[in-house]
């Protein structure tokens, strides 16, 4: 394992591993390395030594028993076997963890018996990394004269000694397990070099992941359009911004077309312009290629008949050579990627994944955990039973992997699977980095015609609870409005607790109306909080021309998902149910009674209007208010604030009362009378506030329910549809059923609108309503690529009474209160958007329970992070 330069040997380090110096005493060991330190080459840091771990721990690296009497120089040599003994406990240590660490050791030390370099074989081996020998094989004579110009020589006989005991471990040492070993008769014309580590890439301008191609080559050109890539002169595909396309491996086998698929990727790799991985499939067709005994199933199979077709047309000639050139670049292709910006590691590629420890490192366990996974034995079908490997992922890097296929992509703890079956007929996935965004393309047909295919066993489990193991702890959702969104464990936990407990089944829970923020900017006129004027004044400092406001009900927040018939909801939820109504935190609205009599009823209003008919769907998904406030808080109006008015009212009352005596008896109390007549006031206004957005109902009788926000029919979200055309379905609705209300909205385009909307703001709010939201006209608006709030309300002077107090109005309080944070508020509205939009879209796919989950858990999760509740 040497390399020559111009005649000159040439040994590289590698870059990381231990390396065993083996040679007696005074073979040059330690002079060779701070040599090494010196050019460079090596790092002071990178070296163990006997001698210096003995002196760390003893004081002196060597004891010295000859010219003793007998007792005493027994004594000095135990002295001394203790003293190594500890140095070398010692000094493994560190050897150990930096091999954990996958860093270079060069240790320094005779090593002259093979148990002690057994030691550091096993060591290496237990963390997968290379161990190599240097032998310093020096003739006897030269040992003997360096021994005597030593400040603390060995003696001749110590000397003479270790050298028998050096050639007669020859012998056997190639044989001993080293990855690696060099004889070194000299060193002084050796030239030692650093390896860089093969894994380690930098991401550059960013980098296109493409998943599981299974030889769907016509797909995979279109899904290299998509990204971007086009073909230069000489048909290479390349980026206009110089990105890297990287395979997570199995671009062959099942499919149509594996050679044509195989030769573009070693063509790509060849130019330095792509990266392969190795993968299960990839490493058999090697060894198929080798000339190994492997049987061909799974697909793989193809393509020796298309290698056979090749033969057939081109001659066995060409058959022969395509052979040999697949077969060294399917060999030459790494475990895994590294990619890395300015150092640090941000995205490692594996093929079926990687386990934390492994991550840099290269060995024959950590091949077979990349290509394979985490298996545990074989189902009765023959497949392999997959292991979550990817829960125990804890070092931060975003793992990008394949193998597995998955109807869509899935994101768990920082790992993103983009094998979407393309060669079952699913899709064929790229994953981009930095912009963590998916681009897909669906698969022309289903090439392998496999009536148990991992995307049949997905359908067929759809409804299987998720893991919350993978979840406990704290995850990450990938969502296409936001981005990666993560929430911790410990509002997790107490989110599947109320899961667990509360809410309806989690079938039927599949989406939390995102929370709402008042503008970031308090009113600039003294008398108010909130104003309609700052929260317009943000949108179009977002470049927002259009806006819509809608009337702010005072009701309580509720999700309608109504199903044409019992049977149709079997698809979307996997039972029988007419529908399901529940709260903005996932619990049931009414009573299982009145569920039920308000489901029929609006059931049979819908079918009387032909709506299941005339929009061909088999449901209606709604975000909505449903009045009055009492409906579910009456305990709270009961016990908070009907209480607070009625006491407040009544001690004031009795306090003006005598202020007026002290004042007709001639006391000077006009100040405080004024003062107190204002503060009864505000009590006054407070109990009117909550009053207001109550009334008694008898049964159905008086409940209505207000959709402001259609969110999806059958296959169809409503997402990409203005707010106008949001607010004039629910008018539409309205004109369906008398449960149904409109809404009443506003245009803002001029400032003509503008001073409109605020006027009917200060009317509603005047007369004891709560208030409007502004919202962009898109669901989803972006100030270039950030989004910005999706909605922003603004509540009336009065009915901030309930909220803030009642007296929040006096000057100071106000003062204090247009001090109030809301940058927390906003960051949650935004991913709470961004969660919803992703969880109805997964729905309304018909995506597995778990992926839905995901999504609801985590806005849930997101709930259990206080913010203050008064926002």
């Avoid at 050096?166 to 070099?193: A, I």
Wanted: net charge negative; aromatic share 8%.
């Amino acid at each position: 394992m040497t390399d020559r330069q111009e005649g000159q040997r040439v040994i590289p380090f590698p870059h990381g591993g231990i390396i065993v110096l083996v040679g007696p005493s005074n073979s040059g060991k330690t002079t060779l390395l701070h040599r090494l330190v010196q050019e460079g080459v090596l790092l002071q840091t990178e070296i163990v030594s006997s001698d210096e771990y003995r002196t760390l721990v003893g004081d002196v690296e060597y004891i010295d028993w000859k010219g003793h009497s007998r007792e005493a120089a027994d004594i000095l040599y135990n002295d001394y076997q203790l003293l190594s003994k500890l140095a070398f406990e010692a000094m493994n240590t560190v050897v150990s963890m930096r091999s954990r660490l996958g860093k270079l050791t060069v240790v320094d030390a005779t090593h002259l018996q093979p148990e002690y370099r057994r030691k550091y074989i096993d060591l290496a081996a237990a963390y997968d990394i290379p161990c190599t020998a240097w032998i310093l094989d020096l003739p006897e004579q030269t040992l003997l004269e360096r021994d005597r110009n030593r400040d603390q020589p060995r003696g001749r006989q110590r000397v003479k000694q270790q050298f028998v005991q050096f050639k007669r471990s020859l012998r056997g040492l190639r044989d001993e397990g080293f990855d690696f070993t060099y004889m070194l008769k000299e060193t002084e014309t050796v030239q030692f070099t650093r390896k860089t580590n093969p894994l380690v890439v930098e991401i550059g301008n960013g980098i296109d992941v493409i998943g599981d191609i299974h030889g769907c080559y016509d797909e995979m050109l279109e899904l290299l359009g998509q990204l971007g890539y086009v073909p230069d002169d000489a048909g290479l595909y390349r980026h206009p911004d110089s990105r890297m396309l990287i395979s997570v491996g199995d671009v062959m086998s099942r499919g149509p077309k594996s050679l044509d698929t195989m030769r573009f990727w070693k063509r790509h790799c060849d130019a330095g312009i792509a990266r392969m991985i190795d993968s299960n499939h990839g490493w058999k067709i090697a060894r198929y290629l080798s000339g190994r005994k492997v049987t061909l199933g799974h697909g793989d199979e193809n393509i020796a008949v298309e290698f056979a077709q090749l033969a057939s047309e081109s001659g066995e000639k060409a058959a022969d050579m395509l052979r040999e050139e697949l077969k060294q670049f399917l060999l030459s292709a790494p475990s895994h990627l590294v990619l890395c910006h300015e150092g640090v590691r941000r995205v490692v590629v594996a093929h079926a994944g990687i386990r934390d420890e492994y991550i840099g490192k290269q060995s024959r366990r950590i091949q077979d955990f990349c290509r394979y996974g985490d298996t545990d034995g074989m189902e009765a079908s023959g497949a392999p039973v997959r292991k979550e490997w990817y829960v125990e992922h804890e070092s931060g890097e975003l793992i990008i992997w394949g193998h597995d296929p998955r109807p869509y992509p899935t994101v768990v703890k920082d790992t993103v699977n983009i094998d979407q079956g393309a060669v079952f007929g699913g899709s064929l996935t790229a994953y981009r980095y930095p912009e963590q965004q998916f681009v897909g393309v669906k698969a022309y047909r289903d090439y392998a015609q496999d009536p148990d295919s991992p995307l049949i066993r997905w359908e067929r489990g759809r409804f299987s609870p998720p893991n919350l193991r993978k979840l406990v702890e704290g995850y990450s959702v990938m969502t296409e409005a936001y981005g990666e969104i993560s929430v911790r464990g410990e509002f997790v936990k107490a989110a599947i607790d109320t899961v667990s407990h509360f809410t309806v089944p989690m079938e039927e829970l599949i989406y939390i109306p995102p929370t709402m923020s008042p503008s970031p900017a308090v009113s600039a006129d003294e008398a108010y909080l909130e104003h309609p004027r700052e929260a317009i004044a943000y949108f179009r400092s977002q470049g927002v021309r259009t806006m819509v406001a809608e009337k702010k009900h005072m009701g309580s927040r509720a999700v309608l998902l109504l199903f044409r018939d019992e049977a149709a909801a079997v698809p979307y939820v996997g039972r029988e149910v007419l529908g399901t109504i529940y709260t903005r935190t996932g619990r049931a609205f009414f009573d299982k009674d009145t569920e039920a009599e308000v489901l029929s009823r609006l059931n049979a209003d819908l079918h009387q209007a032909d709506y299941w008919d005339c929009h061909n769907t088999d449901l209606l998904l709604l975000d909505a208010e449903i009045i009055p406030w009492n409906l579910k808080a009456r305990e709270l109006i009961a016990t908070q604030y009907a209480h607070v008015a009625e006491a407040a009212a009544m001690d004031r009352e009795h306090v003006l009362e005598k202020l007026r005596e002290a004042e007709i008896a001639g006391r000077d109390v006009s100040g405080w009378v004024q003062e107190m007549e204002g503060k009864l006031k505000n009590a006054r206004v407070f109990r009117e506030a909550f009053q207001q957005y109550c009334w008694d109902t008898n049964g159905l009788a008086g409940v209505r329910i207000a959709p402001f926000h259609t969110l999806a029919h059958s296959g169809q979200s409503f997402f990409d549809h203005s707010h106008i055309w949001h607010m004039e379905h629910s008018r539409e609705l309205a004109g369906l059923s008398p449960l149904f209300m409109e809404t009443e909205y506003r245009t803002i385009t001029s400032e003509a609108d503008e001073a409109d909307v605020i006027r009917w703001w200060e009317e509603l709010t005047e007369d004891g309503h709560e208030g409007i939201v502004i919202k962009p006209e898109t669901f989803i608006a972006r100030n270039g690529r950030s989004i910005i709030q999706p909605a922003i309300k603004v509540r009336g002077r009065k009915y901030l009474h309930i909220i803030y107090g009642i007296d929040y109005l006096q000057p100071d309080n106000l003062s204090r209160l247009k001090l109030r944070k809301t940058s927390k508020k906003e960051r949650h509205a935004l991913m709470e958007c961004a969660l919803s939009v992703e969880s109805v879209e997964r729905f309304i796919r018909k995506e597995p329970l778990e992926r839905v989950h995901e999504c609801v858990l985590a806005a849930l999760s997101l709930e259990s992070d206080p913010v203050d509740p008064r926002l």
